[in-house]
């Protein structure tokens, strides 16, 4: 099992409408959650990220995590086409408390 | 404020050559970190080093060196170059290290090939 997993998609959705992203993780003692977004071509942007069980909002996203069930989600509400992208998950692991990355969700917002 | 920085942007060598990476990461950061990203992946974890210390490594060959320079900058070598090599080389800057609630920060990446 990967240590962090993602669906690849893509994933293709309206403009205006919820994008739902989704992010497992393997280690049960992962205490945070690191969302980053990457434009073709470019280097990973950090979005949010969430240490606490719950709900963290910031603006049009909104992190959901369960550690219980090892699940972290990012929603984009009101998506737009310049939120067309590839969405990485990352969790903090190993002795340097290196960011280990999901393989990365592809959001393609239609217009 | 300037982000972190890498240099070259880009960067073409032949197979066996050697090439070497620079990052320079934010003002106040102590801990930089380098990453490669082949197409399609996230990236992976190569080298973290802070106050001038290797503080991990990931699942690369020895081919695959760095160190950081008393102004928090690093070099990331790589030699006896492959075909695989050929990736984004990514370098990260955080303020410090261990916790696991840095924020890592990412340069623009030098984007390697090799022929």
């Known amino acids: 099992q990967k240590e962090v997993e993602q669906n690849s998609g893509p994933l293709s959705v309206p403009e205006g409408a919820i994008a739902s992203l989704n992010c497992t993780y393997s280690d049960r003692g992962s205490q945070s959650f690191f969302w980053y977004r990457q434009y073709s071509g470019k280097s990973p942007e950090l979005i949010m990220f969430?240490?606490?069980?719950g709900d963290k909002e910031d603006g049009r996203f909104t992190a959901q995590l369960n550690k219980a069930s090892q699940y972290v989600s990012l929603l984009i509400r009101d998506s737009q086409p310049s939120d067309s992208a590839t969405y990485l998950c990352a969790v903090p692991s190993g002795s340097a408390r290196q960011l280990t990355f999901g393989s990365g969700t592809q959001l393609t917002v239609l217009p | 404020d300037a982000g972190v920085t890498q240099s070259p942007t880009h960067l073409i060598k032949t197979r066996g050559q050697h090439v070497t990476l620079r990052c320079s990461p934010i003002?106040?950061?102590?801990?930089v970190s380098w990453y490669q990203q082949v197409l399609g992946q996230g990236p992976q974890f190569i080298f973290q080093y802070y106050e001038k210390e290797e503080r991990g490594r990931g699942n690369f060959p020895d081919r695959f060196s760095a160190r950081q320079f008393p102004n928090y900058s690093s070099e990331l070598n790589v030699n006896a170059l492959l075909l695989g090599d050929s990736a984004l080389y990514l370098c990260?800057?955080?303020?410090?290290?261990?916790?696991?609630?840095?924020?890592?920060?990412f340069g623009p990446g030098t984007r390697l090939l090799v022929l």
């Open positions: 990260a800057s955080s303020a410090s290290t261990g916790s696991g609630r840095e924020t890592q920060y």
């Open positions: 003002s106040g950061h102590k801990s």
């Open positions: 969430i240490y606490s069980n």
